[in-house]
């Protein structure tokens, strides 16, 4: 008898597990260089400001690398700066992640993902160490750099999402996609440790090792991904009605199958409540579907209240990615390392909340109502995160609860959710729009978490932390009333 997790496995083809890795590692990296900008922040500002290291060291300061150096004449302005850098990088970000969304149903999507993997990587170095290496500091290079950055980073996630709509069906995507969805989380974590492991060397060296990690997992994305199961002859039947093409049988076994050999032709291998089918001989391909115009996907069920309720919510999860290494640094007035590595904990709760949740909206069948429980819990979580005390214990525990039903919803809009809407009925005879909903959806977060990251800035630099976590619960109430209609 089949376990039901065997039954489970055999559903998919050594295929899906090498699309749903490559597309997991590439964004693992892209939000490990991502998160070197956050985690080195002290950094940066000590770099960008007087400081008494550089009045009491001439030796290792020079009076004129220290003027070079001095972009602002206190720490309160080049926070202000660096909020302003996230503001202009998400802005960009969301820009981009429109326009991508669009090229990526119309252009191979592996192209893509590899321009938009490589071209961060290198803008990236040259902001972060090319600068510093060469004692080159300018505040319009600064920004302009982080506008192109945004733009090339916005190619990379509707061109994933797209690859796993692609390869996994609605059936079990929540589990799916709640697991896979954790790569913006561990890259995170792996960002977190990298920089405090290089940080004692400078964050030059902290940009480094990202932005060469980085541009190493483009190129092995370029050569080893497949975009789509057409590429190897394999179809959903029950979803795209398209037939199948195969030759190779023995390329695409199960990873898990009590059946050693099934030599019958016209085989056929249960997927996604479907089959697919593999047949031997030659069948002439049907026609390719068009992708959908960019206004016709955002006025599709569903796009527009979800995109803005991840507007209210990416404000609150990438306040966290942006400023909580900051925050506990400052705050607390723990070093920047110790900071660092306890921030991963958010992520960890994220990792956690994302694939739970995925896992229960698959059993309910319902994904709206499991967001809108966990949002209510979320608001609890800030507020008793917001009463921490400055014991390491306590507060990564407070942060994995507050990661868990903060990074948990937003991880599950973001990518299953997305991949339903980009999936759903009224997309019969047109199925070329998920990566141009998932840019809708993630462009119009990244709009909200773009305005809150400067509003973040002057609220605490204004009125204190204190009051940016009322911000935060606001937003997060916001999200909420969003998917009431869902809910209903």
């Known amino acids: 008898m089949t376990s039901p997790c065997c039954g489970f496995l055999a559903q998919y083809t050594h295929h899906h597990l090498v699309a ?49 150096n001095k972009l602002f004449a ?97 059936s079990g995507r929540g589990f799916v996609f709640g697991l ?26 902290a940009f480094l090792v990202t932005s060469v990690v980085q541009f190493a997992g483009g190129v092995v994305v ?10 190897v ?23 898990m199958s009590d059946e050693e050999e099934e030599d019958e032709e016209g085989s056929e291998e249960a997927c996604d409540g479907g089959y697919y089918s593999i047949q031997q001989g030659s069948v002439e391909p ?36 942006f400023w909580l290494p900051f925050y506990l640094s400052r705050n607390f007035g723990w070093k920047e390392a110790e900071a660092d590595r306890l921030s991963v904990w958010y992520d960890v709760g994220g990792i956690i909340g994302g694939t739970i949740q995925g896992l229960i909206s698959d059993c309910m069948g319902k994904r709206a109502p499991v967001l809108f429980v966990s949002l209510l819990l979320a ?3 800030l507020v008793g995160y917001s009463h921490s005390p400055a014991d390491q214990v306590v507060n990564a525990a407070l942060l994995a609860a507050t990661g868990f039903f903060i990074g948990g919803p937003s991880n599950m809009i973001s990518s299953a959710i997305s991949a339903d809407l980009g999936r759903q009925e009224a997309l019969r005879g047109s199925r070329e729009a998920l990566a141009t909903v998932t840019g809708i959806v993630d462009g119009t977060g990244s709009i ?8 973040v800035s002057l609220i605490e630099s204004k009125l204190g932390w204190m009051c940016v976590f009322y911000f935060f619960i606001v937003m997060t109430g916001g999200s909420i009333l969003f998917i009431c209609s869902a809910v209903i």
């Not at 597309?23 to 939000?31: D, I, K, N, R």
């Not at 505040?139 to 506008?147: A, G, K, T």
């Open 222 to 231: 370029f050569f080893g991904l497949l975009t789509s199961p057409k590429e």
């Open 379 to 381: 608001m609890c979580s």
């Open 20 to 68: 749903f890795l490559l597309t997991f590692f590439s964004y693992v990296l892209l939000h490990a260089s991502r998160k070197t900008f956050s985690n080195v922040k002290v950094s940066i500002s000590a770099q960008w400001t007087p400081s008494v290291q550089n009045a009491s060291l001439p030796a290792f300061s020079p009076r004129k690398t220290w003027e070079d």
């Open 448 to 455: 909200g978490a773009a305005a809150g990251q400067y509003l």
């Open 180 to 205: 896979w969805s954790a790569c913006a989380s561990v890259g995170n974590i792996l960002g977190a440790f990298l920089a405090s492991s290089v940080l004692k060397y400078g964050y030059e060296y």
């Open 286 to 321: 049907e026609e390719t579907p068009k992708a959908i115009g960019f206004c016709q996907a955002f006025s599709l069920p569903g796009v527009l209240p979800y995109s803005l309720a991840y507007a209210c919510l990416k404000l609150v999860n990438y306040s966290f990615f």
């Open 74 to 170: 206190d720490s309160d302005e080049a926070t202000l700066f660096l909020g302003a850098l996230d503001t202009i990088f998400l802005f960009s970000y969301a820009v981009g992640l429109y326009v991508s969304g669009v090229i990526g149903d119309r252009m191979n999507l592996r192209y893509v993902l590899t321009f938009g993997l490589c071209g961060s990587a290198i803008v990236e170095f040259v902001f972060g160490t090319l600068t510093e290496w060469l004692q080159f500091y300018n505040i319009y290079l600064y920004c302009s750099l982080w506008v192109l950055n945004g733009l090339m980073q916005s190619a990379v996630w509707p061109c994933v999402v797209a690859v796993m709509g692609n390869w996994f069906g609605k």
């Open 233 to 255: 002859g394999l179809c959903l039947e029950n979803e795209t009605g398209l037939s199948p093409v195969e030759t190779d049988t023995d390329s695409h076994r199960p990873l």
